[in-house]
Nanobody
């Protein structure tokens, strides 16, 4: 069963903004934290941002601090990633994840993963 689904990716120019959404359902609703990871072609999957669901405490990779904002709407069971001042190096497939990680900034402990949404930033 699919428990998290991403949407909102697209093709934009450098400096533009996008907002990604991740809708959670089923067992993913019990997640302690949810996060965004991204993976560029032939590169490792990297942490982008995470949020503790109940408290709303956010975590960010240094590369996106000051540009991206993670948030959640508990009533809608939806997590968002507002991406501003996009750069070509932000180009990647963005994945939504949920689970009970000991460290919200690393993949271990995230049991639910979306299929990904493509973000392409042209120069």
């Amino acid at each position: 069963q699919v428990h998290v689904v991403e949407s909102g990716g697209g093709l934009v120019q450098a400096g533009d903004s996008l907002r990604l959404s991740c809708a959670a359902s089923g067992r993913a609703l019990n997640s302690y934290a949810m996060a965004w990871f991204r993976q560029a072609p032939r590169k490792e999957r990297n942490f982008v941002a995470a949020i503790e669901w109940r408290s709303g405490i956010p975590y960010y990779a240094d590369s996106v601090k000051g540009r991206f904002i993670i948030s959640r709407d508990s009533a809608k069971n939806t997590m968002y990633l507002q991406m501003n001042s996009l750069k070509p190096e932000d180009t990647a497939v963005y994945y939504c994840a949920g689970g009970d990680p000991s460290n919200p900034m690393t993949p271990p402990g995230y049991d639910y993963w979306g299929r990904g949404t493509q973000v392409t930033v042209s120069s």
